[in-house]
């Protein structure tokens, strides 16, 4: 078998907790803009500490519709515009 598993690690898109850090020793991190949770900090509300380097727009599966999934896959002119959601990841330097 050429398949291998590392311990502590998962293949099923589950949360991985061991892997957390304590924000404040992170120098950079990347965040994307999704609704406010009461679990996630929003860095975009803290530019005292952490300031904004690069952003990239990214398509929001959660709220994107259309051909079950095809118009996310493929870009189709009018139609995918109307379809796709747009969210932002953004790359932040701990100041």
Not at 10 to 38: A, F, G, H
Not at 44 to 64: G, H, L, N, V, Y
Request: charged letters at 25%; hydrophobic letters at 35%.
């Amino acid at each position: 078998m050429t398949r291998h598993e590392p311990s502590g690690m998962n293949d099923l898109n589950r949360e991985e907790t061991s892997r957390y850090v304590d924000l404040n020793s992170c120098s950079y991190v990347i965040d994307v803009d999704m609704p406010k949770s009461p679990r996630e900090p929003d860095f975009r509300e803290m530019p005292e500490t952490w300031k904004p380097i690069a952003s990239k727009p990214f398509i929001d599966i959660t709220r994107s519709t259309g051909f079950f999934g095809f118009l996310r896959a493929f870009y189709v002119p009018y139609f995918s515009v109307k379809a796709n959601v747009m969210t932002t990841y953004t790359l932040y330097k701990q100041i």
